[in-house]
């Protein structure tokens, strides 16, 4: 068991690595997109609305095939490391882009005529006002978009990552080691998303919109 | 066309092959659904109790289901059974058990917030105007309740038919499988066929998936008050 | 005689306001000037809340003019912040920030917006809370505070920026009857200082006591303007004696003494 360690090991930050760089993607992805949709700018508003329900409405696998096996075919090859990051961060980005976007929405509007009134421009009502209380409401909406970012990565091995999953299967496939690999293969996961999970429902317990003065 | 090798496509019966795999992925997601909303229902109930051991009980599940890639379920019970137990469990019965766990769960939670975001006013109100238990739930609590659930389970079916995509790495026909066989089989004549191809499959996901989205949308705006 | 001295702050000109093809505001035109108390009363829906909402540069206008000390008042144009500092303005569900702690909300603005400095800044709100009666809650969040207690706050955090006009919005709708009182006797201090405002209120016997003059606004014009010992007693126009007569009740028993 130990000799494979290191292995699970280094599929472990391989899975981490491009898992977290995929949730930043998405979560500036996500941040542009409801910005978009918030201010109602035209002609993107619609293209954002399009890539929204595609990345919804479609699975990860998918997605992550045409980035890695179809786009080379019109001279668009990028390594699969690129591939991972890139689809998680479009898949999340639709998803972090619906949190953001009702977080803004669900600030009264008077609640940013009120700032105006005491003479804030725009920027600063958004910065001051309504920001801050967007962001505590969809703060259970982002957690939970990290978490199911950070477990899609499970599908990462079918574009040939060599992450968790894919040591596995291999280690299983060659050595028959069926049930040690699978007790790592969860203990990884949990060391990847049991303290994603804790923080996240520490913060949700503190930034909770309801919350403010108790 | 052919640059883009959609014409594999049309070679022989590949794109009824294609739409049988669509078939088999639907097919499980359905079989899924329907026990997870069964049995989701039965485990909402049992959570709004307020016994203790069940709420622990039930964290664990539904915490183990929060952070567990279903993928890694599904590699646990697919080869685990197999290596434990002996048993030759299909990968389409180690499927279904593992959308089942999951979508319990996720079933039971929803059904759980439904039940219990029904104010107390109501069902006061209710009983100040004279109605039995049975009847202040049969007008009055249920019907608000599924107004809530309906449209969260119908969306529970368009998440299950997505991950439903992951059965292929343990080995099951389905759309995604039939889309791989077929581009490898037509390398020579359709050398492009990956990007007509999984651009079909992108577009059957979405034309299964999106029109699902719509109708929950749907009824979650008409029923939002 | 003393008219004459009066400064002249506010001016309204033949002021319309339609949404799409229905008029709320027809052809208003009023004249504030410094240390005036205007009562703007009327059935719901006549258009009083729209007037102040357009005073504050909130609700676009479709004809008329808006000046303040003779600056025009336009929601778009890029002055439009500055002008607001002068008017505050207090809304009916008091629209305190719910992220912010009372102390916060008052001086966000005043910090942010006018650039003063924090320590001038707490003073003055401390100080305005203390004339309030709620000091000690200048940590509070607002959900602990009662709905008259919020309001109150709302008026100093538009007092703190020390504008020349306060404009209330039925700001003792949304209050639970015991705490109307507490409210009102807040803005009463203010007349009583000399402060310039207009107020939206239903509740009459207030406005009796506050106002210098009475707007009375219906189907979105001013039908009647008056002082108020003149308005309420003997109102002119069918339609005002109408309106009050809704505030009164006929006995339907009668008892012997």
């Known amino acids: 068991m130990q000799e494979y360690l290191p292995l699970f090991a280094d599929a472990m930050l391989l899975t981490l690595f491009i898992g977290w760089i995929g949730v930043i993607i998405s979560v500036v992805l996500g941040l542009i997109a409801a910005f978009i949709q918030y201010f109602k700018i035209p002609v993107l508003r619609q293209i954002i609305k399009v890539y929204i329900e595609l990345f919804r409405n479609t699975p990860l696998l998918i997605q992550l095939f045409f980035l890695y096996f179809a786009l080379p075919k019109i001279g668009l090859s990028m390594s699969p490391q690129v591939c991972g990051a890139l689809g998680l961060g479009l898949l999340g980005g639709s998803y972090m882009a619906e949190a953001f976007r009702s977080g803004l929405e669900s600030v009264d509007k008077i609640q940013s005529e009120s700032a105006l009134s005491l003479g804030m421009t725009k920027f600063q009502a958004l910065r001051y006002i309504i920001l801050p209380q967007a962001i505590s409401t969809s703060m259970p909406a982002f957690v939970a978009n990290i978490i199911f970012l950070l477990k899609e990565t499970s599908v990462f091995s079918a574009i040939s990552l060599m992450d968790l999953m894919f040591t596995a299967k291999d280690l299983i496939g060659l050595y028959y080691k069926t049930a040690e690999c699978l007790v790592m293969l969860v203990v990884f996961y949990l060391i990847i998303l049991l303290p994603v999970s804790i923080v996240g429902s520490i913060i949700e317990r503190r930034l909770r919109y309801a919350s403010f003065g108790d | 066309m052919q640059a883009l090798g959609i014409d594999a496509l049309f070679r022989g019966s590949n794109f009824l092959r294609l739409l049988g795999g669509l078939g088999v992925t639907l097919e499980l997601s359905l079989i899924s659904v329907i026990f997870s909303i069964l049995l989701g229902i039965i485990f909402g109930v049992i959570m709004t109790f307020k016994n203790p051991v069940v709420k622990v009980l039930s964290r664990i599940y539904l915490e183990i289901v929060r952070i567990m890639p279903q993928m890694v379920l599904l590699f646990v019970v697919f080869f685990g059974t197999t290596r434990l137990f002996g048993w030759n469990l299909s990968a389409e019965a180690a499927c279904v058990i593992v959308f089942t766990f999951w979508g319990t769960a996720e079933m039971g939670d929803l059904v759980r917030g439904a039940v219990t975001a029904i104010p107390k006013h109501q069902y006061e109100s209710s009983y100040a105007l004279g109605m039995s238990k049975a009847q202040t739930y049969y007008h009055i609590i249920v019907p608000q309740t599924l107004r809530r659930l309906i449209p969260l389970s119908i969306n529970l079916v368009t998440r299950m038919i997505k991950t439903t995509s992951l059965v292929m790495m343990i080995g099951v026909v389905e759309v995604l499988k039939v889309s791989q066989q077929i581009i490898e089989a037509n390398r020579m004549t359709s050398p492009n066929g990956a990007f007509g191809i999984y651009a079909v499959v992108f577009l059957l996901y979405f034309i299964a998936c999106w029109p699902i989205s719509l109708l929950a949308g749907h009824l979650e705006k008409k029923w939002s008050n | ?257």
Not at chain 3, 18 to 38: M, P, Q, R
Not at chain 3, 83 to 99: A, D, S
Not at chain 3, 169 to 184: F, G, H, N, S
Not at chain 3, 186 to 209: D, N, Q, R, Y
């Open chain 3, 1 to 257: 005689m003393a008219e004459l001295l009066k400064e002249e702050l506010l001016r309204i000109e033949h002021l319309r306001k339609a949404y799409d093809n229905t008029v709320v505001l027809k052809d208003i035109s009023l004249t504030v000037h410094k240390g005036e108390v205007i009562v703007v009363i009327g059935p719901s829906g006549c258009g009083k809340s729209t007037l102040l909402r357009c005073i504050n540069g909130l609700e676009p206008i479709q004809g008329g003019k808006i000046t303040l000390r003779g600056q025009e008042i336009d929601g778009n144009s890029k002055d439009i912040a500055q002008i607001r500092q002068k008017l505050g303005m207090v809304f009916q569900n008091y629209e305190l920030f719910p992220h912010k702690t009372v102390l916060q909300n008052i001086m966000l603005a005043p910090m942010k917006v006018q650039k003063r400095p924090k320590d001038e800044v707490e003073a003055q709100a401390k100080q305005l809370l203390e004339r309030v009666g709620l000091l000690e809650k200048k940590d509070s969040y607002p959900r602990q505070l009662s709905g008259g207690q919020k309001q109150r706050v709302a008026i100093v955090r538009a007092l703190c920026m020390n504008p020349e006009m306060m404009l209330f919005d039925e700001v003792t709708a949304a209050l639970d009857p015991e705490m109307v009182r507490e409210v009102l006797d807040t803005i009463l201090e203010l007349a009583k200082a000399g402060g310039t405002m207009i107020i939206v209120t239903h509740e009459m016997s207030f406005a009796k006591a506050v106002s210098d003059r009475v707007l009375f606004l219906d189907g979105g014009e001013i039908v009647e303007e008056a002082v108020p010992e003149k308005f309420f007693s003997d109102p002119q126009t069918e339609r005002a004696k109408r309106f009050l007569r809704t505030f009164e009740y006929d006995a339907v028993k009668h008892h012997d003494i």
